[in-house]
């Protein structure tokens, strides 16, 4: 029996969907979707300037705990910045107050190197105490010692061995600290990258205010190739890991 022809068209369209439906599906077997690969962001700010010069990125304060930052104190920066010039650029950083909402300052924003406490200068004087040999005659009431009548000791019984002299307890080495301006030239297609784990740490100096999770510290860049200053705040960092969860605690009558 012979179908009608709108039916033959109808019975090839269907089998034709089939057919693109089954190659779609063998396309897509074995394969992960791109959203699932995607990396987590990150807290850091990322931003440039306006004609793209410079590109700023992953700034943050480092992470201190949950407590924060007190006023006053000193935070670790993790920032970098790429020149995307073929001229050197040098870029100054610093921080002003702002009227943002859980935004702080700071006084000084600057490069802190720890280093060895530096020798005494020559020609400085001796500052290492005397001995009582040295000690020139009368010091310390010497010369009526040595006038007393001598008496004897008990028999049986040692004299007391004399006194060691001794310099005195070593003073601990205090490490030098040194604040150098944030400021800085990056070459050419060149870089800049500070860490909190950093020998010489770019720091925040002097905050005006409370630092905690959630807040942020104003930071002000100006760039030697006449691109516009930016005002950019610089979150505190995210936690690596989840901090501690509190026992629920259960009132006596809940238990019952």
């Known amino acids: 029996m012979m179908r009608p022809l709108g039916t033959r ?5 269907a089998g034709a969907a089939t057919v693109a439906v089954l190659a779609l599906a063998g396309c897509s077997a074995g394969q992960v979707a791109e959203t699932a690969i995607l990396d987590t962001p990150i807290a850091g700010v990322d931003t440039q300037t306006t004609s793209g010069s410079v590109y700023i ?5 480092e992470y201190p705990g949950v407590e924060g930052y007190k006023a006053g104190a000193n935070a670790p920066l993790e920032l970098s910045l790429y020149n995307q ?9 610093s921080s002003r107050p702002t009227e943002q909402a859980q935004v702080v300052s700071a006084s000084q924003v600057g490069v802190v190197t720890r280093g060895a406490s530096p020798a005494a200068p020559s020609g400085a004087p001796d500052q290492t105490p005397a001995s009582p040999a040295s000690e020139p005659p ?3 009431g010497a010369d009526e010692a040595s006038s007393a009548p001598a008496t004897e000791a008990p028999a ?8 060691v002299a001794s310099d005195g307890p070593t003073a601990p080495v205090v490490p030098a600290v040194r604040v150098s301006p944030a400021q800085f030239k990056i070459g050419a297609q060149g870089t800049a990258l500070f860490r909190p784990t950093d020998a010489a740490q770019l720091q925040v100096i002097g905050l005006s205010d409370d630092l905690a999770p959630g807040t942020s510290v104003n930071l002000v860049f100006e760039f030697s190739d006449g691109s516009p200053a930016m005002e950019v705040p610089a ?4 936690p690596l890991t989840p901090g501690p969860r509190e026992e629920p605690h259960l009132d006596e009558d809940s238990e019952h």
Do not use: K
């Not at 068209?9 to 369209?13: D, S």
């Not at 990125?57 to 304060?61: D, P």
């Open 138 to 140: 009368g010091a310390n």
């Open 57 to 61: 990125r992953n700034l943050q304060v």
């Open 9 to 13: 068209r109808a019975v090839q369209a």
């Open 235 to 238: 979150p505190v960092a995210n």
């Open 85 to 93: 010039t073929d001229n050197e650029i040098t870029v100054s950083i």
């Open 156 to 163: 049986g019984s040692r004299a007391p061995s004399a006194p």
